[in-house]
């Protein structure tokens, strides 16, 4: 019991830090977003964001080892065995090191390329390898100096990551705003970028060095102490195969949207999406937090517990999936009208198949929480077949309906490893019960966030009232309180009353 309570209160600790931060960002990255066009124009957004998409791909070299040692460090934590902890923080220090080095030689043959990438675009090529170079520059410090950070996602301590993170990143938009505002200079934008990345390693460092005075990790000896962990490198082979499915399914729609289209499409896009990032971002600060306690509630053994903890997890996850849903449906274009302006839209067709994207990637966070947590990564085809069916579908659908078609390739892919396949994997695998049983509880979720959306979409549309939110942000603000509110309470009724995973919860938070 004490394990237990100590897990709820460190995932409520962490949830609670991730959310203060989340509506502290939220905010100021409307307001950047906002100057960054206005003063920097939209090329500038959509070659930053094409640059950061391109260095996404070298992020393959991490090979998944953050995650395979993450994984390896649940046990230690549990059983608060120091030395073998300081091992494996040595053994990943040494390896992410090298990891720096390849990164470092494949960023500079990709630089090559760049002026093959962006033959046609209005800024100087020295611009493009500045920010190019900072931002690898900056990826690298995450290498060489940050990567103990591991240790305390791993511990449930994710909190301190994100304080400390979140603060910088709030301190640097608020100075690029002003530097974009007075100067309009595309270079101090960048510098301002890479220096807050060095500044934040400083300090993320010391504050670990004040959470664990113990960790005394060396990289020199992780050479020697890697042999004695293969585990590390087992599980690294197989998240690798994942990683890079899951780098090429994101990181390649902004750049296929760029070739069937234009960098301003791009930045168009990134407005829609940045919107859609921090909702996934806001489920991933209340529930990303209890990944770290599902892993040491795996380790305890404890199957009946982990089934009940995952419908649980499952009933929250529809609740805020199902929120997000309505309320981007119904908010998201008056709010891109009232924003940037109506020639920023863009068609229903994309915003439905953004919803059913951001469904799917919800959906999906919640099953590979337990699947990662039973270690089960050996699926390596999966992600394989993913990714191979993306690119054709997007390469076919994008050039018969551009952006719309790059989507419904992601959607299509997307759907049938993260819907179909992998719930089978874990309850086969991991929980050792027949996935009737979860499409049973699934469907029954579905068809109960469904008749919520229309009970309280059927009010919205008789009514016209959508309308009215297109008129001002004070009557923004006033339709989307009253719809979302009003769905909220009808969901959260709908929810408590059909499934037990709720009723669980809700009797669990009573308690705490």
Request: with cysteine; charged share 15%; hydrophobic share 55%.
């Amino acid at each position: 019991m004490p394990q237990q309570e100590s897990r709820v209160k460190k995932s409520l600790l962490n949830a609670r830090v991730n959310l203060i931060f989340y509506f502290l960002t939220l905010i100021l990255s409307f307001f950047s977003r906002k100057i960054f066009l206005d003063t920097l124009g939209a090329d500038f957004v959509g070659l930053t964001g094409t640059l950061q998409n391109l260095l996404g791909f070298l992020n393959l070299a991490e090979l998944g080892i953050g995650s395979a040692i993450g994984y390896v460090l649940y046990k230690p934590l549990f059983e608060h065995d120091e030395g073998k902890i300081n091992e494996i923080i040595s053994v990943f220090g040494y390896l992410y090191r090298w990891i720096g080095f390849i990164i470092l030689g494949a960023g500079l043959i990709l630089a090559c390329f760049l002026p093959l990438i962006f033959p046609k675009t209005q800024f100087e090529m020295g611009l493009i390898f500045f920010a190019y170079f900072s931002f690898l520059a900056s990826s690298l410090i995450g290498y060489f100096a940050n990567y103990k950070q591991t240790l305390l996602g791993a511990d449930q301590k994710n909190y301190v990551v994100t304080a400390y993170f979140q603060t910088a990143t709030i301190i640097k938009t608020l100075i690029q705003m002003a530097s974009a505002y007075y100067t309009g200079s595309y270079y101090l934008w960048v510098v301002i970028e890479l220096t807050f990345g060095v500044i934040y390693s400083f300090i993320l460092n010391w504050k670990i060095n004040q959470v664990y005075p113990w960790l005394h990790s060396e990289v020199r000896l992780g050479k020697q102490l890697f042999k004695k962990y293969p585990e590390v490198m087992k599980y690294t082979k197989q998240l690798f195969v994942h990683k890079l499915g899951e780098i090429l399914n994101s990181q390649t729609k902004p750049i296929f949207i760029y070739a069937f289209d234009s960098l301003k499409i791009v930045a168009y896009y990134g407005n829609y999406t940045i919107i859609v990032d921090k909702l996934v971002q806001l489920l991933a600060n209340i529930l990303g937090g209890v990944a770290a306690s599902i892993g040491n509630l795996v380790a305890e053994g404890n199957e009946k517990k982990n089934i009940s903890v995952f419908w649980e997890l499952m009933s929250i996850r529809f609740f805020v999936s199902g929120i997000f849903i309505f309320a981007v449906f119904y908010l998201l274009p008056p709010f891109i009208t009232l924003w940037l302006g109506s020639e920023y839209l863009l068609s229903d067709a994309v915003l439905i198949l953004l919803l059913i994207n951001l469904f799917i990637g919800l959906i999906r966070m919640g099953i590979e929480q337990f699947i990662f947590a039973h270690g089960l990564f050996y699926d390596v085809w999966s992600p394989i077949v993913c990714s191979i069916l993306f690119i054709l579908l997007a390469i076919i659908a994008g050039r018969l309906w551009g952006v719309a078609g790059v989507l419904l390739g992601s959607n299509i892919s997307a759907f049938l490893i993260y819907c179909i396949w992998k719930p089978y994997f874990l309850f086969s695998k991991g929980f050792k019960l027949s996935v009737y049983k979860y499409w049973k509880e699934f469907f029954i979720l579905l068809i109960l966030m469904g008749l919520a959306f229309f009970s309280i979409g059927y009010i919205v549309n008789i009514g016209d009232f959508q309308k009215y939110s297109y008129m001002s942000w004070g009557m923004w603000v006033l339709f989307a309180c009253c719809v979302v509110v009003s769905f909220s309470i009808v969901y959260l009724v709908i929810l408590y009353l059909g499934t037990r995973g709720m009723r669980n919860f809700v009797r669990r938070m009573i308690k705490k």
